[in-house]
């Protein structure tokens, strides 16, 4: 049952609210039209991955789109084609509707996620050496989900996929999106940025059927099995996820932001060749990391919450514009940076907009990255320089800088600046 956290303060919204009209069902959705095709409208579409009931309570009415983060898939290097919801069946049911009642117009499409490493694989479920078994029924098992709860569709996010699933995993999506249009249902597919190349070439990989045609910087795993031509004719929605470009751990490529500018900038100039612009969406983080420069020591998230405590309690560096080569030129001690020091080339040409805060904690130097709203509205101007369909967050959460949910209800419209 939802706490009185949650009931309490929505009761005035809900008072005002024709009940009949929030509560859906699975074939009321499907038989909606408006419900599966937003009316056309001069604005970027909002849409959020969300792990937070409470935040997307709160927040569910300024988003086109919400994409709660709740299926992955059952079983490790094998799949079993089932997938399992970190909430309880009854979770679920209570859960979604009560997101529709607070935003009917918002379309809920959930994600079922992904990501390979040693223990854990995208393998039968799509079908990998010829287990269309496990495939079919993985099909049918997202089917029967969206019935049961009256989703909209589903959000596929399979991540580091090794090359020679890039066939396989397009004749998934395929049969999927078939079935999906069937039902009058949406398939949305969060993808692995990429970046022109200077030179393209060719990878040979070991068990497809042609070489991949590789005319994007980033030959990684994820990136190679993510073809943005072919998911731009197949997918409804196409996101892609334009963070960690400067990760949690210590080393390569060292302490930055999550998803500067110039990085947002190239990247679009390479989707919006491939991928149609009223499908595409750019998934922009909400958070930074706060990297210890010289020492071993545990690197945090920051969100709202320790960015203040930092600015509050530590006395930083403040920095906004961020200029990283002069900040090491100027800083005492600077050259003790090791874990900065090597990288410096990286941060070369670049003055960023993401702010930064760089701090002394323990007897250990820290720089924390973080994004605030000013960050925020600088990349959103990018995104509408290329017209694309809309923007998508990673993540809706309680402790995003409150002043970003205020500018995404200027920037949208009176008509989003309450619950409706």
């Not at 038989?31 to 604005?43: F, K, L």
């Not at 569910?60 to 059952?74: G, Q, T």
């Not at 269309?132 to 959000?155: A, P, S």
């Not at 612009?277 to 945090?300: F, R, S, V």
Request: hydrophobic letters at 35%; proline letters at 6%; one cysteine or more.
């Amino acid at each position: 049952m939802l706490s009185n956290k949650i009931i309490y303060p929505l009761l005035l919204s809900l008072i005002s609210m024709i009940l009949p009209t929030c509560f859906f069902s699975g074939n009321d959705r499907k038989n909606d039209p408006s419900a599966q095709t937003p009316p056309p409208v001069e604005r970027l579409y909002a849409s959020t991955w969300s792990q937070d009931f409470y935040a997307m309570m709160k927040y569910v009415h300024l988003y086109d789109e919400i994409h709660p983060f709740l299926y992955n898939l059952e079983g490790g290097r094998s799949n079993t084609g089932r997938i399992l919801s970190v909430w309880k069946k009854d979770e679920i049911d209570e859960r979604i509707r009560w997101l529709r009642l607070m935003s009917p117009r918002t379309l809920i499409i959930p994600t079922i996620f992904r990501w390979e490493n040693d223990f854990e694989k995208v393998s039968d479920v799509i079908g990998l050496n010829g287990n269309t078994k496990v495939r079919d029924l993985h099909i049918q098992n997202i089917l029967k989900e969206i019935d049961t709860y009256g989703y909209d569709g589903i959000d596929i996010d399979y991540e580091g996929m090794t090359c020679e699933k890039k066939e396989v995993f397009q004749e998934f999506l395929i049969l999927l999106r078939d079935e999906l249009h069937k039902k009058g249902k949406i398939l949305s597919v969060a993808i692995h940025p990429k970046t022109v190349a200077e030179k393209p070439s060719v990878y040979p990989c070991k068990g497809l059927k042609s070489p991949i045609q590789v005319d994007f910087y980033e030959a990684y795993r994820g990136q190679l099995t993510h073809d943005y031509e072919f998911l731009g004719k197949v997918a409804d929605k196409v996101k892609i996820m334009a963070y960690e470009l400067h990760p949690r751990k210590q080393g390569f490529p060292g302490p930055g932001p999550q998803a500067p500018d110039w990085w947002i900038d190239k990247i679009l100039e390479y989707a919006v060749a491939r991928i149609p612009n009223e499908k595409l969406y750019m998934a922009i983080p909400t958070y930074g990391y706060d990297w210890a420069l010289h020492c071993q020591a545990e690197t945090k998230s920051v969100y709202y919450s320790r960015a203040k405590w930092i600015r509050e309690r530590m006395a930083p560096r403040k920095e906004e514009p961020t200029d990283v080569l002069e900040i090491f030129k100027t800083q005492p001690k600077a050259a003790d940076w090791t874990y900065l020091r090597p990288y410096l080339y990286r941060h070369q040409g670049h003055v960023y907009s993401d702010p930064s805060l760089w701090y002394r904690m323990g007897g250990c130097d820290r720089v924390a990255f973080y994004m605030n709203r000013s960050a925020f509205e600088k990349k959103m101007k990018i995104l509408d320089k290329y017209k694309i369909r809309g923007f998508s967050f990673w993540q809706l959460i309680e402790d995003n800088d409150p002043e970003i949910h205020k500018y995404l209800e200027e920037k949208l419209g009176p008509e989003f600046s309450e619950v409706h």
